[in-house]
């Protein structure tokens, strides 16, 4: 089964900025379902542990190739929490694709569903997100800790929630070099 296309497109756009050095160029023509504009995350793991993740909650680019181009290269080279991909390790990694819906303001956590939503945390100009269904976050009061200490918030703060779904995409054969 091939990969889903947003998938093959980040997997592309990471080879050819290690390769080039310089992001791939946004397809053109353009296909119909990379016109659309959403927030988008790229996922790199190696090992099953993460090792990249980097996103945007809203659109910040021309269309949904842009978005997912940009955020490949930055989960590869830009998160602070890890050292820039190699190409050495392309063929441990794999890939997913997360096209956020906007987020949508909530008053409690009690219209949550880890599966479901990811949780945005807002307080003061500062913010911590987390996506859905994520392998060790087992319940909304997890995900809430989670999103407060990302954000650098404290439970004592008055802070704003917003909930989001996700489409998500994984890469069908680990592996970059597979493709």
């Known amino acids: 089964m091939p990969d889903h296309p947003l998938v093959s497109l980040a997997i592309r756009s990471i080879k050819y ?74 063929d441990q990694l794999t890939i997913s694709v997360d096209v956020l819906t906007a987020p949508e303001k909530i008053d409690d956590t009690e219209a949550l569903d880890v599966e479901r939503y990811g949780l945005i945390v807002r307080s003061k100009g500062r ?18 800790k989670v999103c407060l200490k990302k954000g650098g918030i404290k439970e004592t703060e008055p802070y704003e929630l917003f909930r989001f779904e996700v489409k998500r995409f994984h890469q069908h054969n680990p592996g970059l070099n597979e493709q």
Do not use: H, M, W
Not at 19 to 44: H, K, Q, Y
């Open 17 to 90: 900025q290690l390769e080039n050095g310089r992001p791939l160029p946004c397809p053109d023509p353009l296909p119909e379902e990379f016109t659309t504009r959403a927030g988008t995350f790229v996922s790199i793991k190696k090992n099953r542990l993460l090792r990249g993740c980097i996103g945007t909650i809203q659109p910040k680019y021309a269309n949904l190739a842009e978005e997912v181009i940009q955020n490949a290269i930055k989960a590869a080279n830009k998160d602070p929490r890890f050292p820039p991909i190699e190409v050495k390790e392309l």
């Open 127 to 144: 913010q911590g997100l987390l996506l859905p269904n994520l392998e060790n976050i087992k319940t909304v009061e997890q995900q809430l």
